[in-house]
Nanobody, 128 residues
Framework: QLQLVESGGGLVQPGGTLTVSCAAS????????IGWFRRAPGEEREGVSC????????YYTDSVKGRFTVSRDNAKSTFYLRMSNLKPEDTAIYYC?????????????????????WGQGTQVTVSS
């Protein structure tokens, strides 16, 4: 059974930087695309970024382009979302999600139904 555990959330000042991590277990030897989502209070879940199994395909929603960087370390089965120049509107619970795929270079941004496995989320609060 694939399990995902996020960590690294916290309180950060506007303009600050934070990296959240997602540790996976039970991956096996196949390919998995990874998605990052967030849910702000009173808002719908939003797709933030995705990264393909080989790391070559990476996509970002417009509001975080140039500020967020997604990466993965397949040897460690760990995935990262580095967030810089954070804004109060980035405050949300951040979730990682995974889905097995046949091809290593597929990535689906912003569609929760494209991911079968989810972590429990980590809170990120941007406030002075």
């Amino acid at each position: 059974q694939l399990q995902l555990v996020e960590s690294g959330g916290g309180l950060v000042q506007p303009g600050g930087t934070l990296t959240v991590s997602c540790a996976a277990s039970g991956f096996g030897s196949g390919y998995y695309r990874i998605g990052w989502f967030r849910r702000a209070p009173g808002e719908e879940r939003e797709g933030v970024s995705c990264i393909s199994s080989d790391g070559d395909a990476r996509y970002y929603t417009d509001s975080v382009k140039g500020r967020f960087t997604v990466s993965r370390d397949n040897a460690k089965s760990t995935f990262y979302l580095r967030m810089s120049n954070l804004k109060p509107e980035d405050t949300a619970i951040y979730y990682c999600a995974a889905h097995p795929v046949l091809m290593p270079r597929t990535c689906v941004l912003g569609e929760p139904r494209a991911y079968d496995y989810w972590g429990q989320g980590t809170q990120v609060t941007v406030s002075s």
